[in-house]
């Protein structure tokens, strides 16, 4: 049965509740506000979502399980409330010797405050891998909201069971087409010199 997952890991460690697999590197859905300050939301595919102590949040919006992870192979949508800024890392090709470029929200660090670590693959261009820092707030609210019909129970000690998890990776697939509207014979044909569709397709 298809049913949205929230958990609340505020209390937690980020990233060692929203980590990768050995085998498998997440994809990261960014989004590059003028001010990152406040709420900042991103996503992710093929992510491992460790869930041995949030059972009791789990149970409560009725979902079982018995293992400690669980493997999302859709979307997870996270939510960080509190932000003061950020810290990103682009690395093109090989992470140790690729070109790496990057981009910073200001922030002041202060005691109490949190930082909430992960990457993966970027997924607007091909070859970048992404690494995120956020800063938040010592009362922030961090959640990871998810279908359970895109997840799977993976025992991260088990061969079977990783097997079974990867079997459902989804493999985000970039483009090299310029799209419709780049291209000048379809554009012309559909605006024509306007900004107005004309005719459908």
Same mark, same amino acid.
């Given at each position: 049965?298809?049913?949205?997952?929230? $958990?609340?890991?505020?209390?937690?460690?980020?990233? *060692?509740?929203?980590?990768?697999?050995?085998?498998?590197?997440?994809?990261? =859905?960014?989004?590059?506000?003028?001010?990152?300050?406040?709420?900042?939301?991103?996503?992710?595919t093929?992510?491992?979502?460790?869930i041995?102590d /949030? !059972?009791?949040?789990?149970?409560?919006?009725?979902?079982?399980t018995?293992?400690?992870?669980?493997?999302?192979?859709? #979307?997870?949508k996270?939510?960080?409330?509190?932000?003061?800024?950020?810290? =990103?890392?682009?690395?093109?090709? !090989?992470?140790?010797?690729?070109? #790496?470029?990057?981009?910073?929200?200001?922030?002041?660090?202060?005691?109490?405050?949190?930082?909430?670590m992960?990457?993966?693959?970027?997924?607007? $261009? *091909?070859?970048?891998?992404?690494?995120?820092?956020?800063v938040?707030?010592?009362?922030?609210?961090?959640?990871?909201?998810?279908?359970?019909?895109?997840?799977?129970?993976?025992?991260?000690?088990?061969?079977? *069971?990783?097997?079974?998890?990867?079997?459902?990776?989804?493999?985000?697939?970039?483009?090299?087409?310029?799209?419709?509207?780049?291209? =000048?014979?379809? =554009?012309?044909d559909? /605006?024509?010199?306007?900004?107005?569709?004309?005719?459908?397709?």
């Open positions: 049965m298809k049913m949205k997952l929230t $958990l609340d890991i505020s209390n937690k460690e980020f990233d *060692s509740i929203l980590g990768a697999d050995m085998e498998v590197t997440p994809t990261v =859905f960014l989004n590059f506000p003028s001010d990152i300050r406040g709420v900042y939301e991103f996503e992710m093929n992510a491992i979502v460790n041995y /949030l !059972n009791e949040q789990i149970e409560k919006q009725g979902v079982q018995e293992d400690d992870s669980l493997f999302v192979f859709g #979307k997870i996270v939510r960080i409330e509190g932000v003061k800024g950020a810290d =990103f890392e682009f690395v093109e090709g !090989n992470s140790h010797t690729g070109r #790496k470029q990057y981009h910073t929200w200001p922030y002041t660090i202060n005691k109490g405050d949190v930082v909430c992960c990457g993966g693959k970027l997924s607007f $261009l *091909s070859g970048y891998y992404a690494s995120v820092i956020v938040a707030e010592g009362k922030q609210k961090i959640t990871l909201t998810f279908d359970t019909d895109e997840a799977v129970p993976i025992d991260i000690f088990n061969k079977d *069971s990783i097997a079974q998890a990867h079997s459902k990776v989804i493999e985000y697939a970039h483009t090299s087409s310029p799209g419709k509207l780049f291209d =000048f014979n379809f =554009f012309q559909h /605006l024509s010199t306007g900004r107005e569709v004309i005719k459908s397709e």
